[in-house]
């Protein structure tokens, strides 16, 4: 049987997270404010269901990424508050993890944004 109260709550505490990594974290804010500004981009260019698809799977990975990054930098400081290598190299590998993605994202926004826009200033030029 379901325990709906706890499944609730476990909603809770995620959208807790999301808004105190929002509240805390430069990065994810930056994320966040970049993908709005991308998805009114993408409505003005009439993407397709299926561009628009891709793009929202783009954003929710690196959204996700930055959360976890948050996680697991929260952890390591929680478990050490002195310098170590080790720390370090676990912060670094989730910063990094986050970066690597961030650059294929923006390979991907390329892709998916170029034909729309190209197809849109052609119907600009064609109206003047």
Known sequence: MIDWKKLFSSFGFAFKGIIATFKSEQNFK??????VIVIIIAIALDFSKERFVLLFIVIGVVLALELINTAIESTVDLITENKHPLAKKAKDAAAGAVLVFSIFAVII????FIEPLIDSMKL?????
């Open 109 to 112: 926004g390329i892709l998916l």
């Open 30 to 35: 930056i994320h966040t404010f970049m993908s």
């Open 124 to 128: 600009f030029l064609l109206r003047r």
